[in-house]
Each structure stands twice: as structure tokens, then as C-alpha cells.
């Protein structure tokens, strides 16, 4: 039995942008319009169960209705660019969901629907429209029902004739004469001054349509008479302006909009490029073990492979390892189960050298006859080309194998290659090179719940297929780093920090627990405090964690203003609540209650899971091959998240300590680091005079923006500053900066506008950043780190927007990461070379943090900034803060 389903694909993905915070990808790709309208989409695919689904969007900005009437839709404002980009992304995506999708020049969505809805009751099927418009209730009968969606997309209300007539007074048809009457400030239609909704309805009540109305104006008085009659033309012209056209001239036919599901695999692609983890693990994909085994088989049927499972297999070790004295050559692959490479089990190995490749247990690596083969992984001076070394050292370390020598590393040269690639897995680099095909991991382990070592047969065949992959591979990417000028990026700075950063994981930063313990006995009391005041406000006791008592208790007892509803209550989220802080003085105890519970579960005691018992320490892990612009991320756990702007969360800090007794940590924060790049590379003279001045840069822009000296720059000046600052660095609108400041996109637009006409260098490089990039298909850092903007030239303005966006932050924030990076490893050496006790324990962002012994401690204080300000030499002086302290808080 046919079932359709019809999409308003503008108004729904416009609704899930505003009702949810701004998402981007690691290639800087916003996300949240996408990723809500994909979280609609699944659960009405899998509550509706529809065998046809058509996604309708509107062509263009003008249709028919403009012929008479040029005003239509004129008062909106013009849509956010980080909204706009999203759509074609969005366009991609429902292809991967095998979604037909419609529009058509001059006719907008609802027209679109309300043609395809006609057909439905004419065939007499049943179908539902999915729309965040109203003005779609005139669509409704008996096959038809609408889903309008809440303020956001999560939740729908379903309408049928019946629930129209329920809550209208009205049948379907007169919704067409509802928005005659009190038009629609959203679409520019005006209808008639002074009637809002329940004017319109007490009048549809009696009257039944506008027409009627019109006839009957002698039995209306007053100023309501008044203004309809002297507003009769818009009212006929609103109701025709608000009624959907059901006549589109649509080429498709039901059988290209039929449905019949989509391929998880693919599916989960998409899903990986756009980061949606949280929606791959809903899909639990997993591959038939039986579809491994074959794939392997047929991979390696030309590869010669040796087993090395005991001891009797000796003589094949010693083969390996003769071969391995002849040639520097060879491929590694490590192959370990666990994303944490703290925690990670080592389940085999696999070495390809000239002709054939040798796998084995790690078992096997750790026995007494296997003695050589240790050696061979632990000396510097026998080069090792591999497949993510950082993580393999990472996994030997804690197993008490020694790693040393890396001397190319295959995912870490793809990142450089690609880095807007958002998963770096061997079997893709493998395939994008047209070499011999290397099954999927997900292929031959399964995915989630499906996940499952293989048979031995299977698996070393896996481990020798993906050493030989990088055999291959190695010469490739060496020389493709060479032709696009990043060896030395690669060489003199990416590889050697990847050994940098498995050591500051290895070694760790110590933790001490019971100071983490005292701080969250401190916020409980402080939380019981908070708690007890809001139930004495209450004037009750109730869960406050519950969203559905909280919203009883605000809203039903103490009367406040509600906001919005969701289908089980009340809404009581953080914008709700910051909206009615005013109102009540229940509202802050609330809202701080809320930070320091997320305090307590999400850091305190995240925290202590995360310390490790045999070492006392947590040991992060540093991704290199995430972020596109070339940032680190921190993983197991996150210290880079560690929150710093509440006093209770700053306090955290307290609990990192030095791991030997009377040593101090230091700190070393590059200031501005960001903007200091940006006057380098922009040559702005504004911009190069603050920072050669050593002035307050926010201050400074202040002044020149708006035309006052030091002295009169207020703190509010000085914010709106610093906003529009930081902002440019990120490629920001009008909308995202009016976001920011809490003031209109017109003001935030004329601030912007301002801004460029003061410092002219930034306004000339981003002018000259998009032409060179337009010309060349890619950005660099000043290090030649590349971003590729494959969508530079696209004719589709929105997608051509986001990449000249990409293409003036990139050399920026790029060059920022680079330049730590180059002092993290500057810094190494120059520890080594005057042989000091002191270890660099972190990179946080902009910020490096050491543990230093008393009598380094001086001389510390003035190399850390020292190597830092000169990491790269610049047009404006690079600047580094340094604090130190018995703990990480007192280094701030």
C-alpha cells in the first residue's frame, strides 16, 4: 500500500538552523542545519515508513507571485551565508539517502507540494507533508495530514481536517482566508492593519470567507470597519498571495519519487565526511564476516605471506630479518583494537619487504626467540615506514615495546595532501592511488555491535594486505609532498612532532585526586546550597533535572512566561531560561545549578576515570590528521576543553601538578597569536602599528572604528572590538557577528563595513586571497601548508561563499597552528640540547605547559617565550605570557 511523504525542504532546514547551535565540520563546513534536518528525517522515515518521498525547495527568490505584487516576501532578511552553504550539502546528502528532490524556477515548494498532494487525493493516497509553514494546513483532507514542525525540527504537530477544525474553527480551505485577513509579516503579506489572528478568526467564524466579509462590512464597526474597508484590495490580494498553486508543471512521475531505502554504507560515507559520528553508530553498519574473508582472499591472492606464529616458525623470522639488514625499504602496519591508544589491545603486525610481507601475533613479538625483531622496532637508525606510527608507538609503549626510527608515515602524509579529508583510512588512500585493492576495516572487523576480531587466516591476510599498501604507497606520496612543496613541512615539522607528542602522551601530566575529589565535595555543597534556595523559591521540592517538573514548577506554579512547548512539556532549555532570567530570581540559581552540575559529572568525575592507577597521571592523545586548518586535536580525555571562564571550572586546574616534589609548572600562552599573523600577512599599517607598540589590540581597533582616543573607549566599545576582530579572523557574517553582540545584522553588517574601511590591508588581502585562490584551486600557510577549495569557482553562489570564506581564514588560522607547532619542536630540541630536566607536558590551544625543577625555573622563564616568539619570524614581534606556579591554576 502506497504511503507518500513530501518535504519542505527550505522551511524545514531553515527552521533546524535557528533552533540549533552553529555545527562545523573539520574542513570548517557549517552543519547544523543538516544534521537536524537528517535527525527529522530519520525518525519520520522510520515512524511514516513511506514507499515515496519527494524533497521540494523554492528555484529561486522570484516566482509568479511577484508579477503581481513585487513586495512578496520583501521584508525578510537576506539568509545567513552559514545557512545558504548548507543546502547544497544538504542536496548531496539526500542523494545518499536515495531521496528524490524538486524544484522548479518561478513556483516555491508549497506549490511544489500542493500540486504532488492534488495527484495524492485524486489517487486516493495517503500522504503526510512535513513543513514548518502553516500556510500547508490549507493542503489538508482526508488523505492528506500536515506534520508542522515546533521551533525546532525534533517535534511535529500532526493536522488533519479533524485538528484544524479542533483548534481553528475552520475547514482547510479558509487557513487560505485566515492569512487574507491577518497576513503574514515572514512572507511580506500584508492583509489588513489591526487584525491579528483572533480578529481574523471571530470574522471567518461568522462570516466564512474574506469575500464575505467584504459583502458584510455594513454589520462591522468602528476602527475595524474601517480598516477593512479602506484595505479591501489587500485583503483580496493577501488570500491570493497565501494560496498554494496546484496546477506545477512537474515532469516526475510517482515511480521517480518512489522510495525503497537507503544503503547504510553509502549512507554512513556521507555521514563520516560531514563528522554526524552520533548518526554512523545509529546505522550500526557492519560487514558479513563471509564478505570479508572472500574480499581478503582475493586481494592477497597475488601477495606471497608468511605467518610467524610460534617459535617453530624461526626460520622465516630469520628470513625477515635478513631482508630487512638489506633493504631500508619495507612496510609496517600495527594493527590495535581500541580508538584510546592508552587503552588499546595490540592484536598482530605485519611487515612487507621486497617480495613478500610477514605478519604475526604480538604474542609472537614479545617471546624470547623474537628478541631481534624488538630490536629492530626500537633502533632510530633502521627506518620504519608505516601507517598512523603515532598511535602504533602509543599501543607498543604501554605493552613494553620500545619504537623508534619512524621515518614516513603514510596517514600523516595523506592529511597534508588532503587535510579536508575527513576520515585518512588506509584502504581510501589506497584506492585513491588505483592500487591493488585493501578491504575496508569495517569490512573485515564489522561496525558497533557487529565488531568481531577474525579468524586468524583472516586476519593476518588483513594486517600483510595493509603493509603491503604501504610499501607501495611510500615512493607515491614522497613524491607527490615534493611536487606540491611540503616535504619540508612534512619532514622538518609534522613527522618530528609526531614523535614529540607520543612522548608528552607517554610521559602524561600528573593529577592529583584527591584535590579533584575536595573540589567536588566543594561543589556539592555548593550544589546542595543552590539546590535548597531553589526549592525554597519553589516552594516545594521536585526534580530539577527533570525538564517536565522544571517546566511545571515555572511555568503552571510560579506563572512565568512560557516560551515554548515540546510534546512531553514545557521547553526549559539554556535560551529559554536566559530569556526569563529577569523575570524571576529562581531563574540564576537555576542556570548555576546547571553549570556546576555539568562541572561535577562531566570534568570532576570525567576526570578521575580518566587517571591512571599505575601512573598517577592522565595521558591525553593528540590527533594531527583532524582539523583542517592544521590544529591538534586533544582526545582521552579532552584537556583542551577544560572550562576556564567560571571560577569553580578554573579551579580544575588546581589538580595538575608536577609530577617530581618541588617542581612548579610553567606556562607559556602566545598572546593575540592570530591577529598577529593576520597584520603579518594582511601588511595592514593599522593593524602593524598596534602590534609593533606592543598596544591593546582591541582597544586600538576600537579607537579607529570609532573615531575616539583611548581614553573614551568604553568596555562595551572595546567588546564590540574584540568581537569583530576575532570575528574577521573566522571568515564571520553580519549574522554570526550579530549573533555574537546581540544587535541587529544591519548594525553588526555597518560595524563589519567599518571595520574594513579603517584597517585596508585586511580588506585587500581578502579581496587578493580569493582572487590567487579562484586562480590556483588552493590556500597556503606561510609554512606551504595547503587547503584545497575544490568549490572556489562553483556557480552556485552559497557553495562558492563558503569557500572564499575558507580561503581568507585558512592562511591564518593555519599559519597560528603552524607557528606552535614549530615551537613545540624548537622547544624539544632546545631541551635536549642544554640536556634540562624539564619536560613539555601540553599543548592547549595557543599555549604550551612544561614542569620545571627548581633550579631550571629561571632559566625557563625566559626560553620558553624566547623560543616561542621566535618560531617563525614575522613583520609584527610574536609574544608569549609566561606563569608558573605549584600547580596548572597558579601558571594562568
Do not use: C
Not at 487574507?180 to 461568522?206: F, Q, Y
Not at 587466516?457 to 611510500?474: F, G, I, M, Q
Not at 590591508?761 to 600557510?781: E, L
Not at 630536566?837 to 625566559?862: A, G, I
Amino acid at each position: 500500500m502506497e504511503k507518500w511523504m513530501l518535504i519542505d525542504g527550505n522551511s524545514i532546514a531553515y527552521r533546524a538552523f535557528f533552533s540549533m547551535p552553529l555545527l562545523t565540520n573539520a574542513a570548517g563546513q557549517h552543519t547544523n542545519a543538516v544534521f537536524g534536518f537528517t535527525l527529522m528525517l530519520l525518525k519520520l522515515l522510520d515512524q511514516e515508513k513511506p514507499t515515496h518521498v519527494l524533497v521540494a525547495f523554492d528555484a529561486g527568490k522570484i516566482t509568479f507571485r511577484h508579477e503581481g505584487y513585487t513586495e512578496y516576501k520583501g521584508g525578510r532578511e537576506k539568509t545567513p551565508p552559514e545557512l545558504s552553504e548548507q543546502f547544497p550539502v544538504l542536496k548531496e546528502l539526500l542523494n545518499a539517502f536515495n531521496i528524490s528532490q524538486f524544484e522548479l524556477s518561478g513556483y516555491e515548494a508549497d506549490d511544489i507540494i500542493g500540486t504532488l498532494t492534488r495527484v495524492a487525493d485524486e489517487k486516493g493516497v495517503s500522504t503526510v507533508v512535513v513543513t514548518g509553514d502553516k500556510d500547508m494546513l490549507q493542503l489538508a483532507s482526508d488523505k492528506v495530514t500536515i506534520a508542522v514542525t515546533r521551533k525546532g525540527v525534533s517535534e511535529v504537530d500532526l493536522y488533519s481536517p479533524e485538528a484544524i477544525q479542533e483548534k481553528y474553527g475552520l475547514v482547510p480551505l479558509q487557513i487560505i482566508d485566515l492569512k487574507g485577513l491577518m497576513g503574514d509579516t515572514s512572507d511580506n503579506i500584508p492583509g489588513v492593519p489591526g487584525v491579528g489572528e483572533k480578529t481574523a478568526l471571530k470574522l471567518l467564524h461568522e462570516h466564512g470567507s474574506v469575500e464575505n466579509v467584504l459583502d458584510n462590512l455594513d454589520k462591522l464597526k468602528g476602527k475595524l470597519k474601517e480598516n477593512i474597508e479602506n484595505h479591501k484590495d489587500d485583503a483580496i490580494m493577501s488570500k491570493r498571495l497565501a494560496t498554494i498553486f496546484r496546477e506545477v508543471p512537474i515532469e516526475q512521475g510517482t515511480d521517480e519519487i518512489r522510495y525503497d531505502g537507503y544503503d547504510a554504507v553509502k549512507l554512513a560515507e556521507a555521514f563520516r565526511k560531514l563528522e554526524f559520528k552520533s548518526l554512523i553508530e545509529r546505522l550500526q553498519l557492519g560487514a558479513d564476516a563471509g564478505d570479508a574473508e572472500e574480499a581478503a582472499q582475493a586481494s592477497a591472492a597475488e601477495l606471497s605471506i608468511h605467518v610467524i606464529e610460534s617459535d617453530k616458525d624461526e626460520a622465516l623470522l630469520e628470513q625477515l630479518l635478513q631482508t630487512l639488514e638489506k633493504t631500508d625499504k619495507n612496510g609496517l602496519y600495527i594493527e590495535s583494537v581500541g580508538e584510546n591508544p592508552h587503552h588499546a589491545e595490540l592484536i598482530g603486525m605485519a611487515v612487507a619487504a621486497e617480495e613478500a610481507v610477514y605478519a604475526l601475533p604480538i604474542t609472537v613479538l614479545e617471546q624470547p626467540f623474537a628478541a631481534k625483531l624488538r630490536d629492530w622496532l626500537e633502533q632510530p637508525s633502521k627506518p620504519k615506514y608505516g601507517f598512523d606510527l603515532h598511535k602504533a608507538e602509543l599501543a607498543l609503549t604501554w605493552r613494553g615495546i620500545g619504537f623508534k626510527g619512524a621515518a614516513f608515515d603514510v596517514q600523516l602524509a595523506a592529511y597534508l595532501l588532503d587535510p579536508t579529508e575527513a576520515s585518512q583510512t588506509l584502504s581510501g588512500i589506497n584506492e585513491k592511488h588505483s592500487l591493488p585493492a585493501v578491504p575496508s576495516d569495517d569490512a573485515v572487523y564489522g561496525k558497533g555491535a557487529k565488531f568481531k576480531v577474525p579468524a586468524a587466516a583472516t586476519l593476518y591476510r588483513h594486517l600483510a594486505l595493509k603493509a603491503e599498501a604501504v610499501r607501495r604507497l611510500v615512493p607515491i606520496m614522497t613524491e607527490e609532498l615534493g611536487r606540491t612543496g611540503m616535504s619540508k613541512l612534512y619532514f622538518d615539522l609534522e613527522q618530528p612532532l609526531s614523535r614529540i607528542l607520543a612522548g608528552m602522551e607517554s610521559l602524561g601530566i600528573k593529577v592529583e585526586k584527591r584535590e579533584l575529589e575536595t573540589l567536588g565535595s566543594d561543589l556539592e555543597r555548593q550544589l546542595t546550597a543552590i539546590i535548597s534556595d531553589i526549592y525554597k523559591h519553589a516552594g516545594t521540592e521536585f526534580n530539577i533535572g527533570s525538564p517536565k517538573q522544571l517546566g511545571e514548577i515555572l511555568f503552571d506554579k510560579l506563572g512565568l512566561p512560557a516560551k515554548k512547548k515540546t510534546k512531553t512539556g514545557y521547553s526549559t532549555d539554556a535560551e529559554v531560561l536566559e530569556e526569563l532570567a529577569p523575570y524571576h530570581e529562581i531563574i540564576p540559581l537555576i542556570l548555576h545549578y546547571r553549570q556546576l552540575s555539568k562541572l561535577q559529572s562531566t570534568y570532576v568525575e570525567g576526570l578521575l576515570k580518566e587517571i591512571r592507577e599505575e601512573t598517577g597521571k592522565v595521558h591525553t592523545y593528540y590527533r594531527q590528521t583532524i582539523a583542517a586548518t592544521g590544529r591538534l586535536s586533544s582526545q582521552f580525555p579532552n584537556l583542551q576543553n577544560i572550562p576556564i571562564r567560571l571560577e569553580e571550572g578554573r579551579k580544575i586546574r588546581k589538580a595538575f601538578v608536577p609530577s617530581e616534589p618541588g617542581w612548579y609548572i610553567l606556562a607559556a600562552d602566545y598572546s593575540q597569536i592570530e591577529l598577529r599573523v593576520l597584520a603579518h600577512i594582511s601588511g595592514d599599517a593599522n593593524l602593524k602599528e598596534a602590534f609593533i607598540n606592543d598596544m591593546d589590540i582591541h582597544t586600538k581597533t576600537a579607537m579607529d572604528v570609532f573615531g575616539v582616543t583611548a581614553e573614551q573607549v568604553d568596555s562595551n566599545m572595546r567588546r564590540q572590538a574584540k568581537a569583530v576582530n576575532f570575528g574577521i579572523v573566522y571568515g564571520i557574517s553580519d549574522f554570526g557577528l550579530s549573533q555574537n553582540l546581540g544587535i541587529t545584522r544591519r548594525d553588526a553588517g555597518q560595524f563589519i563595513e567599518q571595520y574594513l574601511e579603517v584597517f585596508e590591508g585586511v580588506r585587500r588581502f581578502m579581496d587578493d586571497i580569493k582572487t590567487q585562490a579562484r586562480k590556483d584551486g588552493y590556500v597556503t600557510t606561510l609554512l606551504e601548508r595547503r587547503r584545497y577549495l575544490n568549490d572556489i569557482n562553483a556557480s552556485n553562489f552559497n557553495i562558492r561563499s563558503f569557500a572564499e570564506r575558507t580561503a581568507m581564514n585558512t592562511p591564518i588560522q593555519g599559519t597560528a597552528a603552524d607557528i606552535i607547532k614549530l615551537a613545540m619542536v624548537q622547544m624539544d630540541a632546545a631541551l635536549r640540547e642544554r640536556k634540562l630536566k624539564s619536560r613539555m607536558l601540553l599543548q592547549v590551544h595557543d599555549e604550551l605547559v612544561f614542569e620545571v625543577p627548581e633550579d631550571e625555573l629561571e632559566l625557563m622563564k625566559s626560553l620558553v617565550p624566547e623560543v616561542m616568539a621566535g618560531a617563525l619570524t614575522l613583520d609584527v614581534p610574536l609574544k608569549a605570557d609566561v606563569n608558573y606556579g605549584v600547580n596548572w591554576y597558579e601558571a594562568k
